[in-house]
């Protein structure tokens, strides 16, 4: 099978880092805290190109709206997208800078020219004394570089040599995930989307089992950024029990991925046994007895498991604590990657438990704080933050609905912890875009809900698809008389 190859680099943890610098909800201290890992970083692994990126005066995404030249004022320059993912805001307001250093930029550059040079060389004798393995281990080692100091064209470009001479399946597969850490590195989701297919289409031509579930979770990845999350959800959920990926994010931030694709995209029994009952996701979120049970392996992941013990009510009583890992038990440190740090998963674990037992204020409460701790603080949900939220509202309002004909407007609000007025203007927006079958009658104070048999939607559809194709003919219909007109 063979270890992982091209896994060190880059570290994704470093763009979160330039995430956090222009997040306008992210505290100070985050930010400081950020700016000096990043800072520190570029120092250690000289990373030039990187540095001149992000913080160079005229050409730095850093500075889109900041210091210029008098022939090229930065204000005029419009980020690129992938530099629009990159950030938090295409136009940031920075309250922590990444200073410009003219002098430490080319200390660094000069450290980068010397370091090429000596691969340029081992490349060269491998070539005149050794065989085509060391010159690909060369050639390695040289796209290794560049995707270490942050140079994105040429690291991609180095990669795709190596990947043009090697004919072991394996490295192959290696460098094209490579490749796509490099895309989610810069936010570039074309380059991801693109590589992801190529993966893919290499792992099926016979990749061995490591790499097929390593490709998993950079797939679940991957759809998730592109609001994808019924696609993502599965094999995000998949890959906890097998997770090998810490290149890609740490396992505690994999969890919270998993959680959120399944909540907002799952039916009830598939929440139910995959989210609710899932052993590895117990071992995170749940309470003593159930983190227990689940690492012991007592705990049933099958569809209605323990729904004689499902209590009422959110997991109020749940304390901050750590990811576990099951895939890392009974390995040193040495052997993982990255060290997790605390997360408090409260406000997770109350979200996913209040949402199934039909606690709605609760539900309403957690999704607030999941948006505080997750959504507005990771770089891969933030810009679905409001989508995300708007969907789970959408989500609870449809769970409660399809349990009754009439409905108080008022017992709604109640259950829900909110105005009448604020119900009110959020269904209606629901109800007009047909995502909920139901009218408010705002005189008798009560919602109603519309069950249509499916032969009146069926009726509906065709209508409603055949008024659009007559639209469409109409339209194509006058462009080919204009063109006639002009021909004559």
């Known amino acids: ?159 795709e040599a190596v990947f043009e001479k090697t004919g072991i399946l394996g490295t192959k597969i290696d460098i094209v995930l490579a490749i796509i850490r490099i895309g989610l590195f810069f936010g570039d989701k074309i380059l991801v989307k693109k590589t992801v297919e190529r993966a893919g289409t290499l792992v099926e031509s016979g990749g061995d089992w490591d790499r097929r579930n390593r490709l998993k979770a950079y797939q679940g990845l991957h759809l998730l950024t592109i609001r994808s999350h019924a696609q993502a959800a599965p094999l995000l959920l998949d890959s906890l029990s097998t997770f090998t990926s810490y290149e890609l994010c740490n396992y505690s931030a994999l969890v919270v991925y998993a959680v959120l694709a399944g909540a907002v995209s799952l039916k009830r029994v598939d929440f139910k046994s995959k989210v609710v009952d899932a052993p590895e996701i117990k071992a995170i979120l749940g309470d003593g007895d159930e983190k227990s049970s689940a690492l012991s392996g007592k705990t049933s992941a099958g569809a209605g498991a323990g729904d004689e013990e499902m209590q009422d009510g959110p997991a109020s009583s749940a304390i901050p604590h750590a990811a576990v890992n099951l895939t890392t038990i009974g390995q040193s440190e040495a052997e993982q990657q990255d060290a997790e740090a605390p997360v408090d998963f409260t406000g997770l674990a109350t979200l996913v438990s209040s949402l199934y037992n039909g606690n709605y204020k609760d539900f309403f409460g957690a999704l607030a704080s999941v948006e505080d701790a997750f959504l507005s603080q990771d770089r891969y949900l933030y810009e679905h933050k409001s989508w995300f939220v708007r969907e789970m509202r959408l989500r609870g309002y449809q769970q409660l609905l399809q349990s009754y004909r009439v409905v108080g407007l008022t017992s709604m609000a109640n259950d829900f912890g909110v105005t009448i007025d604020f119900l009110d203007r959020d269904l209606a927006k629901f109800i007009a875009a047909d995502r909920i079958p139901c009218t408010i009658d705002r005189v008798k104070g009560i919602i109603e809900t519309n069950r249509p048999d499916d032969k009146n939607k069926q009726y509906s559809d065709v209508v409603k698809q055949g008024d659009q194709l007559i639209t469409k003919l109409q339209k194509y219909g006058q462009a080919v008389r204009l063109r006639g007109s002009e021909r004559g």
């Open 1 to 159: 099978m063979g270890d992982p190859q091209f896994a060190k680099y880059p570290n994704l943890q470093l763009s979160q880092h330039v995430f956090q610098l222009t997040n306008p909800s992210s505290p100070k201290a985050s930010k400081q805290a950020s700016l000096k890992s990043l800072q520190d970083a570029i120092r250690e692994h000289k990373m030039a190109p990187l540095y001149r990126h992000l913080a160079h005066p005229v050409e730095g995404i850093l500075n889109a709206t900041g210091e210029g030249t008098a022939s090229q004022p930065a204000g005029h320059r419009r980020p690129s997208s992938s530099a629009a993912t990159f950030l938090a805001t295409k136009n940031p307001t920075l309250e922590v800078n990444l200073p410009w250093d003219e002098k430490l930029y080319d200390e660094l550059k000069a450290d980068n020219e010397k370091e090429l040079e000596t691969i340029q060389k081992e490349e060269d004798e491998a070539a005149e004394k050794a065989g085509e393995t060391e010159v690909q281990t060369a050639r390695g080692k040289r796209a290794e570089y560049y995707t270490r100091i942050g140079d994105k064209e040429k690291a991609i470009a180095a990669y």
